[in-house]
């Protein structure tokens, strides 16, 4: 059997969304918002067929309840208009993407087009 990724409520907690999330984009802010905390960025631009905006890292811990994380903020634009999006990665989606299967190295990019 092919191994399954976690469902999307294990890896993001919302604390506030202006717009309805979908589990494909909660999906998509999680991949943007992981690759910040791993690399310690502070803004990274988001774009895909359902969305375009930006992810800030806002570099603090939060807690709410017995889930707790690092806290992000997405400026999203949605075929629903604009909206705001206030969540964060889970410790135990953290400690799940980082005992999972390595990625694979991204090809290094031509330096010219011809």
Not at 7 to 19: A, C, D, H, K, T
Not at 83 to 105: D, H, I, K, N, S
Request: neutral net charge; glycine residues 8%.
């Amino acid at each position: 059997m092919a191994e399954q990724s976690p469902p999307y409520w294990v890896l993001i907690s919302v604390l506030f969304s202006s717009q309805p999330l979908s589990p494909t984009l909660a999906m998509t802010l999680h991949q943007v918002a992981y690759d910040l905390y791993r690399r310690g960025d502070t803004v990274q631009p988001v774009a895909g067929d359902l969305l375009t905006g930006k992810v800030h890292n806002l570099r603090k811990d939060v807690q709410m309840g017995s889930i707790s994380g690092p806290a992000f903020e997405a400026e999203i634009e949605t075929e629903r208009g604009s909206g705001v999006v206030r969540f964060l990665l889970t410790r135990q989606g953290l400690e799940m993407m980082e005992a999972g299967p390595p990625q694979p190295p991204v090809p290094p990019r031509p330096k010219y087009l011809n």
